[in-house]
């Protein structure tokens, strides 16, 4: 059986809706927290030393009081936003999981025939949930509280590299104080984002692993498939339509969005290959997803979508992907 599967609708669908249910109130807290308040003021501060500073005809450098006051009054804020984000973690995980009960048998059994859902739904083997809890311990793992340990100066490095660039690059002190707002108002928000919306993901899989090997006698495999559009990265794309083993896991980036599609056995299911999926687009598109010296390697023939699949081990969440960079493909003459 051949047979289209929308994972757009199914990853903005219920995967996000749980997610934001989670994830909403930690989100808005670290919004108010760097837009408002005592940050939020010197934010304010901060632009109207650049005003000074620019009638002055003189830069806002890295150790500038008024930039030092902010960042220090930022920094108490992150680490209330860290632990809200840990705090959170164990139900965003235990979101994933309920979600990967659900879905994982409602993605099997798509588009079967009345007796086919029968047979198969009476033979679908549930296991315990909480002893499926008990194997999806990510954030209860000692490198997860060592990433959110580490979140505040993450963050804070980001802001502090806009006054360095700044000053390095020859800004005048307006664009580089709108760039430290930016920064400041964006990136706890943006990381967080990530961090959480990770986890979620991660647990779903590895729960999505979990259901399908407790089922193995009735299924006949799976397909990876991403979330397809002009955010997917090369990685992803590359790797969409592959076919994995009953319970492989389906290896992704942070903040990733492709999962594991199982079939029953004698019903086989593909999808179009993320390589088709971009030959389609306009180069336009291709270009706003690659780059232009991605695409260059691409159109020229001396890469191809695969060149852009590269593993990595992260502390977390252990074997993943990524997008390959131009230095990893060619090496010393991508600096060209």
């Known amino acids: 059986m051949t047979q289209a599967v929308s994972v757009n609708d199914l990853v903005t669908g219920l995967l996000d809706r749980r997610y934001e249910r989670a994830a909403r109130r930690v989100l808005r807290a670290l919004a108010v927290g760097v837009t408002g308040g005592v940050v939020g003021r010197r934010v304010d501060e901060l632009e109207e ?5 620019e009638q002055a005809g003189e830069r806002l450098s890295p150790d500038n009081a008024v930039l030092r006051a902010l960042l220090a009054d930022l920094e108490p804020v992150l680490l209330d936003g860290a632990r809200l984000v840990a705090g959170v973690g164990e139900e965003l995980q235990g979101q994933g999981v309920d979600a990967a009960q659900r879905l994982t048998r409602e993605l099997t059994l798509a588009g079967a025939n009345a007796r086919v859902l029968g047979e198969i739904g009476a033979r679908w083997r549930v296991p315990d949930v909480e002893a499926v809890n008990a194997l ?3 954030a209860e793992s000692d490198a997860f509280a060592g990433e959110m340990r580490t979140y505040g100066e993450r963050v804070l490095g980001v802001v502090q590299n806009q006054a360095v660039r700044g000053l390095v690059e020859g800004w005048n002190p307006l664009r580089t104080a709108r760039q430290v707002r930016q920064a400041v108002e964006g990136v706890p928000v943006r990381v967080a984002n990530t961090t959480m919306r ?3 993901l991660q647990s779903y899989r590895r729960a999505g692993q979990i259901y399908q090997n ?4 009735i299924l006949g495999g799976q397909v990876r498939v991403a979330a397809l559009d002009v955010r997917t990265c090369l990685a992803c794309v590359a790797l969409h339509g592959t076919q ?3 319970g492989e896991g389906v290896q992704d980036h942070h903040n990733g969005r492709c999962i594991g599609v ?4 004698g019903a086989q299911r593909t999808v179009r290959s993320g390589e088709e999926w971009f030959a389609g687009l306009s180069e336009a598109q291709q270009l706003q997803m690659a780059g232009p010296g991605a695409l260059e390697l691409l159109q ?3 890469a191809t979508l695969r060149d852009f699949v590269v593993t990595y081990e992260d502390p977390v969440y252990g074997e993943m ?3 390959a960079s131009l230095m990893g493909i060619l090496g010393e003459r991508g600096r060209d």
């Open 321 to 323: 992907v990524r997008r």
């Open 198 to 200: 990770t986890l979620y």
């Open 214 to 217: 407790a089922n193995a006698e």
């Open 244 to 246: 994995l083993a009953v």
């Open 49 to 53: 030393e650049a005003a000074r500073l």
């Open 300 to 302: 020229s023939g001396r």
């Open 262 to 265: 199982p079939w029953i056995r």
């Open 136 to 138: 999806v311990t990510f």
